[in-house]
């Protein structure tokens, strides 16, 4: 048994809808079965000596290990860590995976000195009466807020008043956005939509934390502490949260509640961490979201993947599906029970309802689909119509938007750039499912000749490169630019990923000299730019950032399609 983490959990999360503590433990199914009880017997063993209210205990079985939680007052969320890291010492001496029987004594000294210090009664206080005005408040370490945007005020996290005007608080419309792909795509659409409707915009990602135009700040904003950000800003009027998976597996949710919650779709990303080392797993990750809106809200989900329709079959609140596939059984039967989805019905978007459906655009009409080749963004329009649809929109304002957001407003994704006929094709794709949408639509593009400039992080199995390398010739290239990244090596030698590529790459029939290696991505940009001719199409891969590329087409002249 190994150690791994003891933390707080800040909001609704993966193990449960409590606030608390969680320990992972890296362990055989057979040592966690010894775990579990020895665990529970020493936190409650701690609990009670503290005289701490009543905890409710849960328990995540996970590949290669355990998560083990239990909940704690907000107040006291430090201290928690510490009883959880307390058990886990004890734990283990007594099933002998430690030598050293830790002292019951001090480590009670230690957390209750922790627990006098973080103790907060007017925190409690708020909290209390936030809940029963049904008022929204979020908290963190520093600050204390009530209600959202324009309606809401916030106060250092030592320095509540007395008393407040309960009337003043406001609420505001929330959608959030997770899943593997198209996050950050629906994300700018959706923001485009309801911007054009007239509305000022909140949205934190993985770019920013924006109002409209004007940037907070750039950096990842995608976990709890952006949402709670963007929210107490005075100009707000409604948000998009970009909910990402470290944010959901390290801490929880940011807001209790939401209007509706989109799950983009769920692919291989970011597995072999703990806690979401299998598919399964970062299913349930992301499905977190769902605790958001079971009682009130809308929970929107891709009905073409196969994951989520399973993991709906169990879900009690109300479901708005989105899929590029109208004649699916499951739509006609959610259809027949009242229910409401979006989907292309050949070049039509439509919203679909037991009254008929409804147009909204065509999908060639909408730029970032390139006239409708890049059928992931179709989706992804579809995705962020149904979400903008939940948040108030019209289908009208939700065409306008859609048939008006340029490329150019969706960097990094799915851009192309002519120079003297050359076409070059840049996107962010990173994982299987991404670059596949990428291929697909890359093949669909008229070119004499097709180039592709990729590398890909030292974290990924041989076999994922391998089939990065496959699905890539597959779409009929003439010559490969492979980056070596090294900034990306992620535990693996210099020229490692590069000779995995280049032997898969021989053996589906490239030639030696198609298979070009340079060190950095703009070193493979030139020299594809090199070897390209006018009607040639390169694909630039831009693990490293589209920017610096973008930045670098521009300086030769190239401008964007």
């Known amino acids: 048994m190994e150690f791994i983490d003891a933390r ?27 775990l579990v009880p020895a665990w529970a017997d020493n936190v409650g063993r701690m609990l009670e000596v503290l005289d701490w209210p009543s905890s409710e205990f849960a328990v995540r079985t996970l590949q290669g290990g355990i998560s083990l939680a239990f909940s704690a007052p907000i107040d006291q969320l430090y201290a928690a860590s510490e009883i959880n890291e307390w058990a886990w010492a ?32 007017e925190l409690m206080w708020l909290i209390d009466e936030a809940e029963a005005r049904g008022k929204v408040l979020l908290w963190d370490d520093d600050e204390v807020s009530l209600g959202l945007g324009g309606g809401s005020q916030t106060w250092p996290v030592r320095e509540i008043p007395d008393a407040v005007d309960w009337d003043e608080f406001q609420d505001l419309p929330i959608g959030m956005v997770t899943g ?71 801490r929880g949710l940011g807001v209790q509640r939401a209007d509706a919650a989109l799950i983009t779709n769920i692919s291989e990303d970011h597995l072999g961490d703990f806690g979401s ?22 929970l929107l989900l891709n009905a073409d993947d196969a994951r989520l329709v ?43 309802d037991g009254d008929g459906s409804e147009s909204i655009c065509r999908s060639a009409d909408i730029p970032i689909t390139l006239g409708g080749a890049a059928r992931h963004n179709v989706a992804n329009a579809l995705a962020a119509a149904a979400l903008t649809w939940c948040l108030g929109a019209s289908l009208r304002e939700i065409a306008t ?40 639509m890359a093949s669909a593009i008229p070119a004499k000749r097709r ?17 990065l390398a496959r699905d890539a010739w597959a779409i009929g290239l003439d010559c490969t630019f492979v980056s070596e990244l090294a900034k990306y090596h992620r535990g693996r030698e210099h020229g490692d990923v590069f000779a995995i590529i280049r032997d898969e790459l021989m053996k589906q029939g490239a030639r030696e000299e198609a298979i070009v290696h340079n060190e950095e991505e703009l070193e493979t940009l030139n020299a594809a730019l090199a070897w390209a001719e006018p009607g040639d199409l390169v694909i630039m891969l831009a693990l490293g950032g589209a920017k610096p590329i973008e930045a670098r087409l521009r300086e030769l002249g190239a401008e964007q399609s």
């Open 8 to 34: 707080r959990l800040t909001g609704p999360n993966v193990v449960f809808d409590h606030v608390g503590s969680v320990l992972d433990v890296a362990c055989t199914a057979e040592e966690a079965q010894q």
């Open 90 to 121: 004890a734990s283990a001496f007594e099933l002998g995976a430690s030598g050293e029987e830790p002292d019951f004594d001090a480590a009670l000294a230690a957390i209750q000195t922790s627990a006098r210090e973080e103790a907060n009664v």
């Open 180 to 250: 593997t792909n198209g996050k950050t795509t629906s994300v700018r659409l959706a923001k485009h939509i309801l911007r054009g409707a007239g509305h000022n915009v909140g949205v934190s990602s993985t770019d920013w934390i924006a109002v409209n135009e004007r940037i907070i700040d750039r950096d990842d904003w995608s976990g709890p502490g952006g949402a709670r950000a963007v929210l107490r800003e005075q100009d707000v009027d409604i948000a998009i949260l970009e909910t990402a998976r470290g944010g959901l597996l390290r």
């Open 277 to 298: 080392r299998n598919l399964d797993e970062l299913l349930d990750i992301k499905w977190v979201v769902s605790h958001a809106v079971r009682e009130s809200g809308k």
């Open 310 to 352: 399973r993991k709906a079959e169990s879900y009690a609140g109300e479901i708005v599906w989105f899929s590029l596939d109208p004649s699916q059984t499951l739509l006609t039967a959610h259809l027949e029970a009242g229910g409401t989805a979006f989907v292309l019905n050949g070049d039509e978007l439509q919203k679909v």
């Open 401 to 440: 938007g859609l048939t008006t957001m340029q490329q150019d407003e969706n960097p990094g994704r799915c851009n192309i750039f002519d120079l003297g006929g050359k076409k070059v094709l840049i996107d962010f794709a990173h994982n299987p499912a991404a670059m596949g949408a990428l291929f697909d």
């Open 451 to 467: 180039a592709l400039c990729f590398g890909q992080a030292g974290d990924r199995t041989d076999e994922l490169i391998r089939e």
